[in-house]
């Protein structure tokens, strides 16, 4: 029986986080799973300076989930003030992926919202394409908002846009 568990990164897991996060949101390798963005963006999707940003951040934090051992998961919560988390980053081990580890992945991630921030509603943004992925979100109890908010389409730190038609739509749920 394998065990997962779920727990906050340290700076010595950078390494290991910034190539699970590569490996499921670009690249072939990323192909493998069903959440990849490798279609619509290239290059990074993050760095491990950035990576290094949030753990130093007490707003911010990534949770890992381990499954015997092995990182196969993260989620980042930060705080927004006045009771609102974001949530991003969940990954999953593209090989992993459709096992409900990103489920509890969120579940963890809201659980943290609620106990380290106090939040009261959790928010995320979607790259608009990703239909399917907005509509895994809303079977979670995430509800498209209306808004929208601006890709970075010139800043390379958060990859190469195959199409100047990106942008982000925003999605939250009242947390208990």
Request: glycine share 10%; net charge negative.
């Amino acid at each position: 029986m394998t065990a997962t568990t779920f727990r906050p990164a340290a700076s010595s897991d950078v390494a290991g986080l910034h190539r699970l996060v590569e490996s499921a949101y670009r690249g072939d390798s990323a192909k493998v799973g069903w959440t990849h963005e490798a279609d619509l963006l290239g290059g990074q999707r993050t760095d491990q300076a950035e990576l290094r940003d949030i753990l130093a951040d007490p707003s911010r934090v990534i949770l890992l989930a381990e499954v015997d051992g092995v990182l196969t998961g993260c989620v980042q919560v930060a705080d927004q003030g006045e009771g609102l988390a974001y949530l991003g980053l969940l990954t999953v081990d593209p090989t992993r992926q459709a096992g409900g580890l990103g489920r509890r992945l969120i579940e963890a991630a809201e659980a943290e919202a609620v106990a380290r921030f106090a939040a009261t509603r959790m928010e995320m943004t979607v790259i608009r394409q990703r239909t399917e992925l907005i509509a895994w979100y809303e079977r979670r109890g995430y509800r498209l908002t209306g808004e929208t908010r601006p890709f970075p389409l010139d800043d390379e730190r958060f990859g190469l846009p195959q199409t100047r038609e990106l942008e982000f739509v925003v999605m939250d749920k009242a947390l208990q």
